[in-house]
């Protein structure tokens, strides 16, 4: 099966598994497997979906809702989540994860802090023992414009020395986030991916960080869908 089969593969199952009648707020996260998880909860059926609201983790995310037909909900008033189910740039062994490909992950952390089960779903390829295996981009981190050159030192300082502001593509200048952010990616050498939290920990407490895409000890789950048509399930 290829990449798309896989992440409709993880998305369905976890949505079988994880979406049940009874829970009514649901965070949906951002990227390209989550449409997968939304197309099956619409499938769960006009009557049980009027019944739910659904929080977005940005602007994509808030488009799968209005698009589905789903009711969209604020966090201000929805602040405790039954369920958030999201994807992963790479998922470790202990379910800690990098996350921020897609630069969402300040909205995306607070929605899976918020939920009572914080789900993952993926493609096969997300699937490694220890961090930066596959995923060589480097640690997403969302940080306020007005201090992005004294991190991009400090990150450097830090051991990360080929941090880098992300740049858009279809955009002159930097990727700003949805809550007007930058994003600087910061690889580190393997070993340190060995102890995600602590990485976590140094790179928040640096001035001018909003966010980092590292999500430790916060999946109560991961679903996998592998080449062959089968689901890994982590827990
Ligand atoms: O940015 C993120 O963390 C998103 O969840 C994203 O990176 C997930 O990747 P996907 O497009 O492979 O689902």
Redesign the pocket.
């Known amino acids: 099966a290829g990449i798309d089969a896989a ?1 409709q593969l993880a998305a369905w199952t976890a949505v079988d598994e994880h979406v049940l009648p009874e829970h009514k707020i649901i965070g949906i ?6 449409p997968f998880v939304v197309e099956r909860i619409v499938a769960q059926g006009k009557e049980l979906n009027q019944t739910r609201v659904f929080l977005p983790t940005g602007f994509q995310s808030k488009e799968l809702i209005v698009n589905a037909g789903l009711t969209l909900g604020d966090i201000d008033q929805y602040s405790d989540l039954d369920v958030t189910i ?4 790479e998922v470790d062994k202990s379910l800690n ?9 300040l909205r ?1 952390k607070v929605l899976a802090e918020a939920a009572d089960t914080f789900i993952i ?3 096969y390829r ?1 699937n490694s023992q220890t961090l930066g295996t596959t995923w060589k981009q480097g640690v ?1 981190v969302e940080v306020t414009p007005f201090a992005y050159v004294s991190l991009l030192k400090n990150l450097r300082k830090m051991g990360s020395e080929t941090a880098t502001l992300r740049m858009g593509k279809a955009k002159a200048g930097p990727v700003v986030t949805d809550n007007g952010n930058f994003v600087i990616d910061a690889p580190f050498r393997s070993t340190r991916y060995e102890k995600p939290d602590e990485i976590l920990r140094e790179i928040k407490m640096l001035t001018g960080v909003v966010e980092v ?1 590292l999500f430790c000890h916060m999946a109560k789950a991961a679903y996998f869908g592998n080449e062959d048509g089968s689901v890994t399930i982590r827990l």
């Open positions: 992440k996260g951002s990227g390209s497997t989550v999201d994807g992963a740039d994860c990098i996350k921020g490909g897609g630069a969402c992950h995306e779903v993926a493609d997300k997403p895409g």
